[in-house]
């Protein structure tokens, strides 16, 4: 029997989300180099040293299932956010929350609404359920939240804000987002992803735990970013009681490991790893405009741990040129973008080399092109 007739109706039509390449994968194609990943905005400079003290104490405890409701790492984001334990769901990464909020919510045949391009995640999940992505494009490369407005009908059930937004790294006003939820019917949820809200520095941005338990929304924080616990996957929804109980009706019985748990509350505990992380990302956002500036490339301004870039020129190209002298980028031909890369932010000495060899690519590129022009 052919496998359509088989598997869920829509799955077979769904592009499949592709993460930014492995240092272990480009291993094996160009070998073992010095390699920086600045390709999947993770933390680089790791966890805290309690989270992985945290997770050493817990190994000898892995043959127990793991605490299921995961009370005391509710327990610690609720006295953080002066929030009642029952407005907080806990899952296995903030990826999965959006599974759970597609089976919690999508009925087939609903409409959800999300910037284009955004995380390809919220298309996945409602195409998963049945339901109709709709994609509006963003606006200076920024959420157009009167084009959304536009689109809403009477089958439109969620609507995706990612804020700051994935690939761009932009943001919506506070002015902005207020009037748009207060210009929504009621029966729209809306998902505010705040994934990076912590390296956020423009003092107009939405903060979305003022919105938690007021309005329609869901918010949705992760670990895996400030945190530096993106191989645990763990992250949360924050939201009004009734919307969070929902979730957990759809919720695995154990969906977060032992491990997982102990390093998020460790982490939480650690105020000042949190802001060194913070503090490295700012410091590293300001020298690479100034690099790419005085290099001649533009980019979008950036209120995330990463930074959407110009290069001018198909950045597949430079993405490869770049492995070769072992830096790892994401290109952005997946988005729309075929000239543009993300980077993600790293350390000093990782900012400097990362500039260094991209001038050299782009330089050995224009030499190649004056040699093509003579000939």
């Keep these: ?4 007739k088989l598997a869920r109706k829509n799955i077979l039509k769904i592009v499949s989300y592709v993460p930014g390449k492995s240092i272990e994968e480009v291993q094996k194609e160009y070998g073992a180099k010095r390699w920086i990943k600045l390709a999947s905005n993770e933390n680089v ?9 945290a997770v050493r104490k817990e190994l000898s405890k892995v ?14 984001i609720g006295q953080k956010f002066s929030l009642p334990e029952k407005r907080v769901v806990i899952s296995n990464g903030a990826d999965n929350l959006i599974l759970m909020i597609a089976c919690a919510f999508v009925n087939e045949g609903d409409e959800v609404i999300m910037a284009d391009p955004t995380f390809s995640v919220y298309t996945n999940v409602t195409q998963i359920m049945g339901g109709k992505p709709i994609k509006v494009r963003l606006k200076d490369y920024t959420h157009d939240l009167d084009g ?8 439109t059930k969620l609507i995706f804000v990612c804020n700051p937004n994935n690939p761009t790294g932009t943001t919506v006003s506070k002015e902005s987002f207020d009037t748009f939820l207060s210009r929504l019917p009621e029966r729209v949820i809306v998902i505010l992803d705040e994934a990076y809200g912590e390296f956020v520095e423009d003092p107009c941005n939405p903060d ?4 938690v338990g007021k309005k329609q929304v869901i918010l949705l924080r992760t670990f895996s970013k400030v945190y530096g616990l993106a191989g645990l996957r763990i992250g949360y929804a924050l939201g009004r009681e009734d919307l969070i109980d929902c979730l957990y009706q759809v919720r695995e019985p154990f969906p977060v490991h032992r491990l997982a748990q102990a390093a998020a509350v460790a982490a939480l ?3 000042k790893h949190a802001v060194r992380s913070v503090q490295m990302v700012c410091e590293g956002r300001r020298y690479l405009y100034k690099e790419l500036s005085r290099i001649g490339l533009s980019y979008v301004p950036s209120q995330a741990n990463f930074i959407f870039i110009d290069f001018h020129k198909d950045s597949e190209e430079v993405f490869r040129a770049l492995l070769k002298e072992g830096i790892i980028i994401r290109p952005g031909k997946a988005w729309g973008y075929p ?4 980077v993600t932010i ?30």
Aim: some cysteine; glycine content about 8%; proline content about 5%.
């Design 63 to 76: 043959h127990l299932y793991p605490e299921g409701p995961c009370s005391i790492l509710r327990q610690a």
């Design 339 to 342: 000239t543009f890369g993300r």
């Design 1 to 4: 029997m052919k496998i359509e």
């Design 45 to 53: 400079l790791g966890p805290s040293p309690k989270a992985i003290e």
């Design 269 to 271: 505990n650690d105020e």
């Design 346 to 375: 790293g350390r000093r000495a990782e900012n400097r080399r990362f500039i260094r060899a991209l001038e050299e690519v782009l330089h050995k590129g224009t030499l190649k092109s004056l040699l093509r022009q003579s000939s």
């Design 148 to 155: 959304i407005l536009k689109r809403v009908s009477r089958k």
């Design 208 to 211: 979305g735990l003022d919105y």
